[in-house]
């Protein structure tokens, strides 16, 4: 009875699982609800079932009882599939949500990972994430680490970085392993220097860095060449207490051997025993690998026969053979490298794919192509080893050193008919040696069927370079396809390959078919990586804006271009302010004005005056007084009458004031007309003191208002009760009447 129960409960599952599929496509009800049916409800599971068999054995009972847990996990598992299938097949909505409401109280962490993994899109993943948490989900470590890894992964990096400097926030704590995670990301972007920072960063905010995180920061600097940051950072690793493990060292003596630092690589080995690591395999075959890459082949065979000679674990095994023989390929070794072949045999190691290649790439480069075809053959034959990718990239690659192209394009041919992919590294040698012989339609084909089958993204296959693909961008840059070339680049971008010289080309190629923005935002991802662009990818990228009147984004690349420490010649930075003041945008053309005072650049006494002028009209009066200031203390000026003149103008007889008087205390000559016309304003708009201030001035240089000007001061001063100036007013006029009498009839 008991089994008839428990197939008709399996029976009734099948169907409820088709069920629920179809549903999720043709309901707008939520299908998984049907998961929560009575009969599968996880109160109705072991315990009850084992309460209606009561005459079963304790060890039957026990059984159940772990069929039971079984059972609440395979439902656990079944409800996260779900979810998941659930989202992947609708848009993020209301409606999703109102789906998706009731179930929240059953997720467990195990469910909500479980979903975040099989969610395909990294924002539905967050938008869940964000959800549940809305609805009163506590996430924990676990999940944390789960959304910030599912972020990284595919390069939305900003978020994953908001997410975890947020966790304090929400309850979880920091620790180690989320930095790791998201410097490992960045580093596989490419971004370098957002790598450091971020372990900066997380120094600072109290984490302590682990074996781990110093394993992983050692990784992404000696990527980049940084060997000394990493001897400085291995010091302050045994000063904070953290022990170096086997991997330390396997890193950092990998590392330097890579950098062409074998010695030191040495001596890491010998710093390895006093610190109590005992060098394993991958460490011999590292120091092997590295001797042979400076060309110490012998050597390397000697520390390989050393090995040997310990005995114990340390037995060289295919790595250790296929290293040395890659080694004496690339030392024109052939003879010793078949030797060494032959002696792998015999010790009882199979050759796997890459010792074939390594072997079939040094036979191509010593144009020992019958051998090549013997060794193919016997393999084939025997079944031993089929031909791959590498294979094939390395045979086109022969062919096309030979200048046999057309048969490399042939062999091409013959991947699809064994049914093997080509890869990155397969087209970039047909499309590189295609435009080498001048035949760029050919190679345009070639880079459309790339772009098309994305597969510079796969992560199968070898890291893209970009130099190889760079005789093609550059064609299409030149031949008005620098949208191709861009698509084709951010390919490339996405398996964190760069090259200076590409951003380069495809920023010239936007500007010159007038995208100048498309060309800034290049430009910004350079920076990003730690790339300088030259004094020419900044200056057509300014012209370019200029010549699309957006003189705001000219300013934003000028300023980038200064943090550069390249200069721009004065008549780009005229150009760039000329373009602002046109445009109403006299802020960003007063911060052109004092980059150029900071670089000592000529000025414009024209350009000058209008950026002052402009700054008044604006209400900046406070900057605009600054900026003149600036001037007139580096040895420059602007036309002060035009200004005063333009205020007045406006009716803005208090700014002209300020300008009138530094124009006095630096001996600049103003016309009588100007300051009366000034001090009459002032008195009308009840400034009587701002007017005496600068009647007092002009005395104090020598000259006169004029008697118009006086009167109307008078009159205001003595209104303010102002008498001992009003006083002092009236017996200037007095003089002024006097020499108006004898010398001046204006004064009359």
Same mark, same amino acid.
């Given at each position: ?266 001596? !890491? &080995?010998? #710093?390895? $025993?006093? *610190? =109590?690591?005992? +060098?394993?395999?991958? @460490?011999?075959? %590292?120091? /092997? ?50 030797? !060494? &072949?032959? #002696?792998? $045999?015999? *010790? =009882?190691?199979? +050759?796997?794919?890459? @010792?074939?290649? %390594?072997? /079939? ?388």
């Amino acid at each position: 009875m008991f089994l008839r129960h428990h197939h008709r409960i399996h029976n009734r599952l099948i169907f409820t699982r088709f069920k629920l599929l179809f549903l999720s496509y043709h309901s707008s009800v939520s299908p998984l609800s049907l998961l929560f049916t009575p009969e599968y409800h996880p109160k109705a599971g072991g315990a009850e079932l084992i309460a209606q068999h009561q005459g079963k054995s304790e060890a039957e009972a026990e059984e159940q009882r772990d069929q039971g847990c079984n059972n609440r996990s395979r439902r656990k598992r079944r409800l996260s599939l779900a979810i998941s299938q659930l989202i992947n097949s609708r848009p993020w909505s209301r409606d999703l949500e109102n789906s998706l409401h009731p179930h929240t109280s059953a997720l467990s962490t195990t469910a909500v990972v479980e979903i975040l993994e099989r969610v395909k899109l990294p924002s539905k993943s967050l938008q869940f994430f964000k959800w549940v948490q809305d609805k009163r989900f506590s996430h924990n470590d676990k999940t944390y680490f789960k959304m910030i890894e599912v972020l990284g992964r595919s390069r939305n990096l900003n978020a994953a970085r908001n997410l975890l400097m947020g966790m304090p926030s929400h309850g979880v704590q920091w620790e180690d392993r989320f930095f790791n995670s998201l410097m490992r990301s960045y580093a596989n972007a490419g971004l370098f220097q957002e790598s450091i920072k971020l372990f900066q960063k997380m120094k600072e905010l109290g984490v302590s860095p682990s074996v781990y995180t110093f394993n992983t920061i050692f990784s992404i600097l000696l990527r980049r060449g940084r060997t000394n940051m990493v001897r400085g950072l291995y010091d302050e690793m045994l000063r904070s207490g953290v022990s170096p493990d086997v991997f330390t060292f396997n890193i950092l003596i990998r590392g330097f051997c890579l950098n062409s630092m074998v010695d030191e690589g040495f001596r !890491l &080995f010998n #710093e390895m $025993v006093k *610190q =109590g690591c005992t +060098p394993d395999m991958v @460490t011999y075959n %590292t120091l /092997i690998d590295g001797l042979c890459r400076s060309g110490k082949v012998a050597k390397g065979h000697n520390l390989m026969r050393a090995m040997r000679r310990k005995g114990g674990e340390l037995i060289p095994n295919v790595v250790s053979y296929t290293t040395l023989i890659r080694g004496y390929c690339e030392n024109q070794s052939i003879g010793n490298a078949l030797e !060494l &072949f032959d #002696e792998m $045999v015999e *010790q =009882g190691l199979n +050759p796997n794919e890459i @010792t074939y290649n %390594t072997l /079939i790439q040094g036979l191509c480069e010593a144009r020992k192509l019958d051998k090549i075809k013997e060794i193919l053959k016997d393999v084939m034959d025997s079944g031993s080893f089929k031909p791959d990718t590498c294979t094939f990239n390395t045979l086109i690659n022969a062919h096309c050193n030979a200048g046999k192209l057309n048969e490399a394009v042939m062999i091409f041919g013959k991947l699809s008919e064994l049914g093997v992919q080509p890869d990155s590294a397969t087209y970039s040698v047909l499309i590189r040696n295609l435009c080498v012989r001048g035949e760029f339609q050919k190679a345009e084909e070639f880079a459309d069927e790339v772009i098309r089958s994305k597969v510079l993204i796969q992560p199968e296959g070898c890291v893209p370079l970009v130099a190889s693909y760079n005789p093609v961008l550059e064609y299409f840059c030149q031949n008005g396809k620098a949208e191709k070339a861009e698509r084709l680049f951010r390919q490339l971008l996405k398996r964190g390959t760069q090259d200076p010289c590409t951003f380069r080309t495809l920023i010239l190629g936007q500007c010159k078919e007038g995208r100048p923005e498309a060309g800034y935002e290049l430009l910004v991802l350079m920076l990003r990586r730690d790339f300088v662009p030259d004094l020419e990818t900044y200056s057509t990228l300014i012209n370019g804006f200029i010549k699309k009147d957006d003189p705001v984004c000219a300013h934003k690349t000028l300023e980038k271009m200064l943090k550069s420490e390249h200069v721009p010649r004065a008549s780009t930075f005229h150009q760039i302010c000329s373009a602002l003041v046109a445009a109403g945008n006299v802020v960003d053309a007063a911060s052109v004005m004092r980059m150029m005072i900071d670089k000592k650049i000529r000025q414009n006494i024209n350009l000058s005056t209008d950026v002052v002028a402009g700054l008044f009209a604006k209400g900046h009066g406070h900057d605009a007084v600054e900026v003149v200031r600036a001037l007139y203390d580096s040895g420059y000026s602007v036309k002060l009458e035009s200004i005063v003149d333009f205020l007045i103008c406006k009716s803005k007889f208090s700014e002209a004031q300020v300008i009138l008087m530094f124009g006095l205390n630096h001996d600049h000559e103003f016309g009588r007309e100007v300051c009366g016309r000034v001090i009459t304003g002032l008195c009308k708009n009840a400034k009587a003191e701002e007017a005496f201030s600068l009647f007092y001035e002009i005395i104090e240089n020598g000259e006169l208002s004029s008697m118009t000007s006086m009167k109307h001061l008078a009159i205001s001063l003595e209104i303010q009760e102002k008498s001992n100036e009003a006083a002092f007013v009236s017996k200037r006029m007095v003089r002024g009447y006097v020499t108006a009498a004898n010398d001046d009839p204006k004064y009359k």
